[in-house]
C-alpha cells in the first residue's frame, strides 16, 4: 500500500501526518532488504518510544524501549532483536508505566524520511534512535532490568505455528 494510503489507529500519540511520513519509512526499508536489515528494528522502536503517550499502551512502549536497548547498549543486531522482544512480550503480563520525557529530541523520523541514499538514511535512523534513547535516560536502569527477560533460559521462546 502507498505510504499516502495508510490508515492511522490512532494507537500512536501522532498526527495523521506524522504516520504517513512513518509509513513512508517504513515502505522505504520493507523495499530494501540491506536497509531493512541495519535499521527497520531502530525505525520502530524510535518512532513507538517518541510517540509514547496518549492512548499508547506500556507494554508497547516498554517492548520498544527493551528494543532500543537490545541495540544500542548491548550491541545487538536489528534483525536479532524481534524475536528477543517476542519472547519477553509473550512470559511478561505485568508493565510499568514509565512517564514519557517531555523532551524526546529535535530528530524526527522526517529526517529519517528524507534522506537521499541508503546510508544516509541508516546512519539518521540510528542518529534518531539514539536521541531518543537519550531521552529516556531516565528510565535506562529499569528497562535494562526489564531486558533480562530477554536472556533468561527458563522463559520460554514463543512456539511457531506450523
Known sequence: MPASDAVYDGRFHASPQCWSVFAGVLQSE???????????QLTVDAYAAQHAGGP???????VHL?????????GI????VAPRLQQL?????????FEPPAERGPLTVFDVAT???RDEHAARARAWAEQVWA????????????AEGCFRPDVAAPRRRR
Not at 520493507?30 to 527497520?40: E, I, K, S, T, Y
Not at 527493551?66 to 548491548?74: F, I, P, Q, T
Not at 543486531?77 to 536479532?80: D, F, I, Q, R, S
Open 56 to 62: 499508547h499502551p506500556d507494554k508497547s512502549v516498554c
Open 115 to 117: 534522506s537521499g541514499s
Open 77 to 80: 543486531a536489528p534483525v536479532n
Open 89 to 97: 512480550a509473550s512470559a511478561t503480563s505485568d508493565w510499568p508505566r
Open 30 to 40: 520493507f523495499q530494501d532488504a540491506l536497509l531493512f536489515g541495519r535499521v527497520h
Open 135 to 146: 531521552s529516556w535516560r531516565a528510565q535506562h536502569a529499569a528497562i535494562a532490568q526489564i
Open 66 to 74: 527493551v528494543g532500543l536497548h537490545l541495540v544500542l547498549e548491548r
